[in-house]
């Protein structure tokens, strides 16, 4: 878990303690058909903030309306950033993900080069899926399989 995505989840708590906030306080607001705001009490609003009920509710209006701007451009700034990261990977994906260097081989003696005489040559290419399979020269090209994991085999005489 990274910074980001701590990050994310405080703000998106804010976010939505805001959106409630910013919905309780616009529907207490007067209108001039008294609206919602006249659900809670004519006078209720004006017993808890006095005369001045209006201003009072339409700063934090303002003030939740800020908030609530600031918290969505902040969080589609983090989950961009996340999404990038995510892209991108980790450190260890990213060096999983490096291309290999390809070993050092030894000249390969495949076929010899084509007379200049323009006569078709007899030899046949190796294939290059195969060039770099090492076969030990002591065990035949039928048995490279792997053995079996049970008891190992034993040793064949030097005659036969």
């Known amino acids: 878990m990274n910074w980001t995505t701590i990050a994310i989840d405080v703000l998106l708590f804010i976010y939505v303690i ?33 005369a001045q009920t209006s201003n009072v509710l339409v700063k934090a209006t303002v003030w939740a309306a ?31 993900e490096q291309p290999v260097a390809p070993a050092a081989t030894t000249p390969s003696t495949t076929a010899p080069a084509t007379p200049a005489t323009g006569a078709p040559s007899t030899a046949t290419p190796a294939p290059s899926t195969l060039s770099n399979v ?13 053995a079996p994991t049970s008891a190992p085999t034993p040793a064949q005489p030097a005659g036969k």
């Open 134 to 146: 090492v076969v030990h020269p002591a065990v035949p090209a039928a048995t490279t399989a792997p």
């Open 18 to 50: 805001d959106c409630a906030f910013m919905g309780l306080v616009i529907m207490m607001q007067r209108s001039k058909q008294e609206g919602l705001g006249a659900a809670f009490g004519g006078g209720f609003t004006e017993s808890v903030w006095g």
């Open 66 to 96: 800020i908030l609530f701007f600031v918290l969505s451009i902040t969080l589609a700034r983090l989950y961009s950033h996340q999404e990038a990261l995510s892209a991108k990977g980790t450190p260890l994906q990213q060096l999983l």
